[in-house]
């Protein structure tokens, strides 16, 4: 590979060795990706060929999840390995049963990438979206591994689109096949001479639809403002966007609200509970209001409570069905975090300005069911008519559910070309 790309893979992986000693997140995925190979060993027999997904995060994860399901239903004797880059993939997946090994991966770089894939040995490696790792692509098409890209989307900002992108544009003719998600990355690829495309769509639709289907109970929630539901969910929060909310929620008392931080510690869920007027509680909390039965215990009284804050992962997605407004964190920070997790039930999207990098938001803005913030102002009015318009809010609702019904069908398209 470049010489260059291996100095600057070598730096960044020398940087995040010093960041981990002030942060405990890059600490965990240093840590993480010293036990990788030694996890594979305990997990894998010699011999086994397992089918590797790599997914950077939490929502390629979602995005991947789909195939691997539907691989676990039609192949159960198959060995199956997940990897993470990013520790909040990994710290929230790190136990899911669907696969027989969940690890980081070790940093691109050549030594680490061979240590890793002579014990991994898989007989297929599918990549999620953005995750193109040269060492790693170069390895497996060396090995004669084959690998696949999936629900990727490209725009003609990227390196490989460039007069200086030769070195990555090489890297994607190392795929044996790249499966979009639209006619615009089928065009920018075939303008690279990159053909060996097919425009599938998004699995994500097909993953929030399997959620709605199968929502997690969670105790006491159909009582929640005396049965009406909240009139707000904000999931995927981060102080940012907090920043351009909470004033709203301060000033419209009546509103009632979930609030689900993207990541928290015990002093976040704090100060972020002390920062809201009422009665404000953690669902944890909520939950133990009621009985078994489901019914609210003597000494409780739910009607009091006005808003519920989330402190425990893996629940955002039932709760989406509780609201009639969603707001999608993010926006106001490095980009806007799933909004098919809402627009599938039916209600209207809300989120800041950065979300060119996601299709979905995009078409959803242009057809009228999601509405992009530039400032506190925008957020404020946006919240405000929402919850208060019912027609426009039920309109905006039903132009996101039809959406996300008309984009189902992605795993079916890619799994019979992967696994024939």
């Known amino acids: 590979m470049n010489p260059i790309y291996n100095s600057i893979i070598g730096l960044y992986s020398f940087g995040a060795g010093v960041a981990a000693m002030r942060s405990a997140k890059i600490k965990k995925m240093i840590e993480g990706q010293m036990v990788a190979v030694?996890?594979?060993?305990?997990?894998?027999?010699?011999?086994?060929?397992?089918?590797?997904?790599?997914?950077?995060?939490?929502?390629?994860?979602?995005?991947?999840?789909?195939?691997?399901?539907?691989?676990?239903?039609?192949?159960?004797?198959?060995?199956?390995?997940?990897s993470f880059f990013s520790p909040s993939g990994y710290e929230v997946r790190?136990?899911?049963?669907?696969?027989?090994?969940?690890?980081?991966?070790?940093?691109?770089?050549?030594?680490?990438?061979?240590?890793?894939?002579?014990?991994?040995?898989?007989?297929?490696?599918?990549?999620?979206?953005?995750?193109?790792?040269?060492?790693?692509?170069?390895?497996?098409?060396?090995?004669?591994?084959?690998?696949?890209?999936?629900?990727?989307?490209?725009?003609?900002?990227?390196?490989?689109?460039?007069?200086?992108?030769?070195?990555?544009?090489?890297?994607?003719?190392?795929?044996?096949?790249?499966?979009?998600?639209?006619?615009?990355?089928?065009?920018?690829?075939?303008?690279?001479d990159i053909n060996n495309v097919t425009i599938a769509g998004d699995t994500r639709f097909d993953r929030v639809t399997d959620v709605m289907k199968s929502t997690v109970d969670i105790p006491g929630m159909t009582q929640f403002n005396k049965g009406r539901g909240a009139d707000l969910i904000f999931g995927s929060s981060w102080a940012e966007d907090e920043q351009h909310y909470i004033e709203w929620l301060n000033n419209n008392l009546s509103a009632t609200f979930i609030i689900a931080p993207h990541e928290f510690d015990d002093e976040r869920l704090k100060k972020l509970r002390d920062s809201i007027t009422g009665n404000v509680v953690y669902l944890s909390q909520y939950e133990k209001m009621f009985r078994n039965d489901g019914q609210p215990s003597r000494s409780s009284d739910p009607a009091l409570i006005r808003g519920i804050i989330v402190d425990s992962f893996g629940k955002l997605s039932s709760l989406y069905r509780f609201a009639r407004v969603a707001y999608i964190?993010?926006?106001?920070?490095?980009?806007?975090?799933?909004?098919?997790?809402?627009?599938?039930?039916?209600i209207p999207i809300v989120f800041g300005p950065k979300f060119a990098k996601f299709k979905e938001a995009r078409d959803l803005v242009k057809r009228g069911g999601a509405f992009a913030c530039q400032n506190k102002a925008?957020?404020?009015?946006n919240l405000s008519r929402l919850t208060l318009d019912e027609s426009a809010r039920n309109e905006a609702g039903k132009i996101a559910g039809d959406y996300i019904k008309e984009n189902i069908g992605a795993t079916d398209q890619i799994f019979p070309k992967i696994f024939k």
């Not at 790792?133 to 890209?149: M, S, T, V």
């Open 378 to 381: 925008d957020v404020q009015a």
């Open 94 to 192: 790190k136990n899911y049963d669907k696969v027989d090994a969940v690890v980081y991966l070790p940093f691109d770089k050549k030594k680490e990438v061979d240590k890793f894939l002579d014990v991994l040995n898989p007989s297929i490696a599918i990549f999620i979206k953005y995750e193109i790792w040269p060492n790693y692509l170069e390895a497996l098409y060396n090995r004669d591994i084959p690998a696949y890209l999936i629900s990727a989307i490209f725009r003609r900002s990227q390196i490989y689109f460039k007069s200086y992108g030769t070195m990555m544009r090489n890297v994607l003719k190392l795929f044996k096949h790249i499966f979009v998600q639209d006619e615009d990355s089928e065009k920018l690829l075939s303008g690279i």
């Open 38 to 82: 030694e996890t594979l060993r305990e997990k894998l027999a010699p011999g086994d060929r397992p089918i590797w997904f790599h997914a950077a995060s939490l929502g390629e994860f979602e995005q991947g999840r789909p195939m691997i399901e539907r691989l676990r239903r039609e192949h159960p004797a198959c060995k199956i390995v997940l």
């Open 329 to 346: 964190g993010g926006g106001f920070g490095v980009g806007i975090h799933n909004i098919n997790e809402a627009a599938v039930y039916g």
